[in-house]
């Protein structure tokens, strides 16, 4: 079974520019998670989708942060503009509704944003 | 709000030591609680993943407990060895039940040959 794939693997800008971050998920996991985890600290949760509906976006910055899910499918998360804060590596994950109950997600490798 | 804290930041230890690194949170309504490993410029990897009706749970060298009451969960590490080196991180599910996890901000273990 693949696993979660995501591209790029590493992004430099400059700040104000904007970026955007590819994920596929395992083939048929219905909910896929994008989570920001910045140096030293753990993930933070961005959102969540589940099919093509957001389940909670409470967390995204919502100025300068956007996220879509067409078809149920890939997903793509975009910054703009981005600030030097911004500056993280960008997780996704994706789980199956079978899976709901113990909550097990699948990571990807991240992307690694490096804003200057 | 849940918070998710773990202790300590960092960790080093010789080959063959036996550790513990320690998880603690603020909401004991949980209904499970997952330790995962962080290896540089991958992604987390589950390592275990314990019920709330559980206290333990038993994977090769690792073991982790779970004491609601209390809000803290360990995970001891058997004889380590140098490929155990990454980082630890203890995530609980978030109150809303969507399958959010909520993550500490992780332990990062060094075991030296």
Request: aromatic share 8%; charged share 20%.
């Amino acid at each position: 079974e693949a696993g979660v794939a995501q591209s790029p693997r590493y992004k430099i800008i400059e700040k104000r520019q904007s970026v955007a971050f590819w994920c596929n998920p395992i083939s048929g996991h219905a909910t896929l998670y994008w989570y920001q985890q910045i140096l030293g600290q753990g993930p933070k949760l961005l959102i969540q989708f589940q099919n093509n509906g957001v389940v909670d976006d409470s967390q995204l910055p919502k100025d300068r942060f956007s996220a879509e899910r067409l078809k149920g499918v890939d997903s793509t998360l975009k910054i703009q503009p981005a600030k030097l804060e911004d500056s993280a590596v960008y997780l996704c994950a994706s789980s199956s509704i079978r899976d709901r109950g113990t909550d097990t997600q699948y990571f990807g490798p991240g992307t690694r944003l490096t804003v200057l | 709000k849940q918070e998710v804290t773990q202790i300590p930041a960092a960790l080093s230890v010789p080959e063959g030591e036996n550790l513990v690194l320690n998880c603690s949170f603020t909401d004991s309504a949980i209904y499970n609680l997952q330790w995962f490993r962080q290896d540089p410029g991958k992604g987390l990897t589950s390592l275990l993943l314990i019920q709330s009706s559980q206290r333990e749970q038993t994977s090769g060298r690792l073991n982790a407990s779970l004491d609601k009451s209390s809000g803290r969960s360990t995970l001891y590490i058997a004889a380590s060895q140098p490929g155990d080196s990454a980082t630890y991180l203890c995530a609980v599910p978030g109150s809303s039940n969507t399958g959010k996890l909520i993550f500490g901000q992780g332990t990062t273990l060094q075991v030296k040959p």
